[in-house]
C-alpha cells in the first residue's frame, strides 16, 4: 500500500496529512500541525521561509516517527509569493509577504507602461495590489532582480530544497498575472513590456509532473526517500479539486481568503469580468477557475486574535447567532487588508462600537451578502445559473456563516470537505502513481470518504 504525505501551507498555519486508498476509500491522518504568519521586519511584513522549512522537515520526521514512510509528497501554498535566487541558488532576501503593501504603488506606476486593460486581456488575472506582477516590479525598480538567476513561487522553493531540483508549476504561475491565458506559457510579449529578465521563468510543469528524490542527506536525517511530486501548488487550485462539485453548482474555498467562482473550460477575459474583478486562474489540463478573491476569514481571524484569543471560533460564531444586526460593510474595501487594528477598522466603517457577538456577525453576514453580490456578477458574465454552492476549506465548518449564505444568496449550500486542499493535493499524487486514474474517478472518491453536509433554505 503506497502512503501519500501533503504538506499543506497556508498564511495562517500548516499541516501535514498523510493519505492512503483503503479499500476504495481515501483514508486520512494529520500528523503534523504548526502556526504560520508574517514577520514584522523594520516595519516590512516578510516570510521567514528558513522556519518554515523546518518545519516543513519537523512534520516529515514526525510522520516517519509515528509509523508513515511516505512514497511520495507533495507542498501546496497561497499563491502570489514567490522567492528569489542568485547565482549560487542563495536566497535573494528578504521574502516579502504579499501584506507588505509594497505592490499598491508599483502597480500604479506599471500601468503607466502597461495599461490594467492589457494585462487583464493577456492573464485574465484580476487586479490586487498585491499581484506577484507588481512586486516584481518594484523588485526590478529596486535593483533586487539585478542578482537574482531564478524566480520560484514559494512551493517550488521547497521543492528545491527537499530535491535540488527547480519546476515552476503551472497553477501558481498562473496567478503572478504573467502567464498568457491563451497559450498558458509565460508571456514573453508581457516580460518585454514591463522590462523583466526573462532568464527568471523556465518552462513550466504541470500538476502530477515528478520533481525529483529527496537529496540523499535530507532523506537520511528524516528516516525514508520519498518521491516529490506536483499537485496543484496553488492551495485554491488544490481544493477546488477535491471538490465533488455538483453541476450547476458554483464553489466557495472558504478560508484567509474566499475564493468564489465555477469551473471554465476557456478564460473570460471581456470588459465586464474586468469590471466586476474576476481571475482566470489556471487549473489542470489547461482549464481555469473563473473566481473571485473575496476577504475571508482572515476578518475574524484578526478580531480573535485583537482579543488575545480569549475566545475559540466556535463560540464567536455562537455569540454572533445570539447577536444579529442589520450592519453591513464591504469586506473587500482595502482598509481591511493589513490594518493596525482590525476591530478600530470595522468600528470606523460601521459608526460606533459593536459588542463582540454584533461584531462577528457583522463578518459573517457581511461575507454572505458579498457572497450573494459575487454569484449574480458570475451569473451575468457566463450565462448560468447556479442552483448550489458547495462551500469546502476550514471555513465549511462554520455553521453560522453557511446559514446565512444559503439565506443571502436563496441557494442550497452543500459543506465539505473541511481538509480540502490537502486532499487535492494527495489525489495529484495518487493520479501521478497510478494509484487512480483521474480526476472524476477522485472526485467520486472523495465524495463517498468525507463527510458533506447540506444546507436546505
Known sequence: MKTFLAIDIGASSGRHIVGRLEKG?????????????????GGRLIWNCERLFGEILKGLKTAVEKGFKPDYVGIDTWAVDYVLLDKDDKPVSPVYAYRDGRGEIAAKELHKK??????????????????????????????????????????????????????????????????????????????????????LFKELSQPTETVGEFKKELAEEIGCRPVVVLPATHDTASAVLA???????????????????????SAHTDEKSLQYNYSNEGSINHTFRFQKNIT???????VRKELSNKYSFAELAELARK??????????????????????EIESAVGYKPTVGELAYIVYNSLAECYKKSIEQMEEITGG??????????????????????????????????ESTAIGNLIMQMIAAGELKSLKEARAIVKTSFEVKEILL
Open 25 to 41: 476509500r481515501l483514508a486520512t491522518q494529520e500528523v503534523y500541525r504548526f502556526e504560520n504568519g508574517t514577520e514584522n521586519i
Open 243 to 265: 471538490a465533488p462539485i455538483e453541476d450547476n453548482c458554483c464553489y466557495i474555498s472558504s478560508g484567509t481568503w474566499s475564493l468564489l467562482g465555477t469551473e471554465q473550460e
Open 114 to 199: 502597461v495599461p490594467l486593460e492589457t494585462l487583464y486581456k493577456r492573464s485574465g488575472i484580476q487586479y490586487q495590489p498585491f499581484n506577484t506582477v507588481y512586486q516584481l516590479f518594484d523588485d526590478l525598480n529596486c535593483g533586487r532582480l539585478e542578482s537574482a538567476e531564478t524566480m520560484l513561487m514559494l512551493p517550488d522553493y521547497f521543492h528545491f530544497l527537499l530535491t535540488g531540483v527547480k519546476k515552476q508549476e503551472y497553477t501558481n504561475a498562473t496567478s503572478t498575472a504573467l502567464v498568457n491565458a491563451v497559450t498558458h506559457t509565460w508571456d514573453k510579449e508581457l516580460l518585454r513590456q514591463i522590462g523583466l529578465p526573462e532568464r
Open 323 to 344: 447577536s444579529p444586526v442589520d450592519t453591513v460593510i464591504d469586506v473587500n474595501e482595502p482598509r481591511f487588508l493589513a490594518p493596525e487594528s482590525m476591530i478600530a
Open 296 to 302: 475571508g476569514l482572515w476578518m475574524i481571524q484578526q
Open 385 to 418: 445559473g447556479y442552483d448550489g454552492i458547495h462551500i469546502i476549506g476550514g471555513g465549511c465548518n462554520n455553521e453560522l456563516l453557511n446559514e446565512l449564505t444559503a439565506k443571502a444568496c436563496k441557494k442550497r449550500v452543500i459543506a465539505g470537505p473541511a
